[in-house]
T-cell receptor, first 116, second 113 residues
């Protein structure tokens, strides 16, 4: 196990609703990244948080937003849900030091979102 | 723009066979490459991380090689077992040493008893 925990594991929403997904990073890690994985595809980078601020964003609209808390845990919020938002949402933690990133990511088990 | 391609998309082999999974990337200016394993409906498990200064990494029956100049990596699995059945993904950073990763679509491996 990686020590990265995500909740909830599964959830079902309807179009137009809002959802919040949560992630606790591995002990000692200070950076959290979120990825979206559609069925049969590789994960796609949504955004990353470091020191409670967004530190890079992929090609996702503003209705995808996030937070990082002082204990390095994080939330992913998606507003105005669309059918295409149905996917596995993965959280990954890593460590940034003065020498840069360690280069290795540790992923959680994911949150499976279904939008009807 | 960095793009990652994995071939084949799916592979079915009998138990005990040695096999090779391929990964190619378009921008060779990377600091590292990572191989992951994903079981159905689950998260990703890191298998091997190869730094750009290395040519290969080994962990048990797994060996990964990296050729930056040609934009290729291979994952070699020796003496495959049914428990190796999973999807294998390779990933490289968006830009240089960034840990924001670009993934391939994966190779779905089935090892038959």
């Amino acid at each position: 196990e990686t020590g990265v925990t995500q909740s909830p594991t599964h959830l079902i929403k309807t179009r137009g609703q809002q959802v919040t997904l949560r992630c606790s990073s591995q002990s000692g890690h200070n950076t959290v990244s979120w990825y979206q994985q559609a069925l049969g595809q590789g994960p796609q980078f949504i955004f990353q948080y470091y020191r409670e601020e967004e530190n890079g964003r992929g090609n996702f609209p503003p209705r995808f937003s996030g937070l990082q808390f002082p204990n390095y845990s994080s939330e992913l919020n998606v507003n105005a849900l669309e059918l295409d938002d149905s996917a596995l949402y993965l959280c990954a933690s890593s460590l940034l030091t003065s020498g840069g990133f360690t280069g290795e990511l540790f992923f959680g088990e994911g949150s499976r979102l279904t939008v009807l | 723009k960095q793009e990652v391609t994995q071939i084949p998309a799916a592979l079915s082999v009998p138990e005990g066979e040695n096999l090779v999974l391929n990964c190619s990337f378009t921008d060779s200016a990377i600091y590292n490459l990572q191989w992951f394993r994903q079981d159905p409906g689950k998260g990703l498990t890191s298998l091997l991380l190869i730094q750009s200064s290395q040519r290969e990494q080994t962990s048990g029956r797994l060996n990964a090689s990296l050729d930056k100049s040609s934009g290729r990596s291979t994952l070699y699995i020796a003496a495959s077992q049914p428990g190796d059945s999973a999807t294998y993904l390779c990933a490289v950073p968006y830009q240089g040493g960034s840990e924001k990763l670009v993934f391939g679509k994966g190779t779905k491996l089935t090892v038959n008893p």
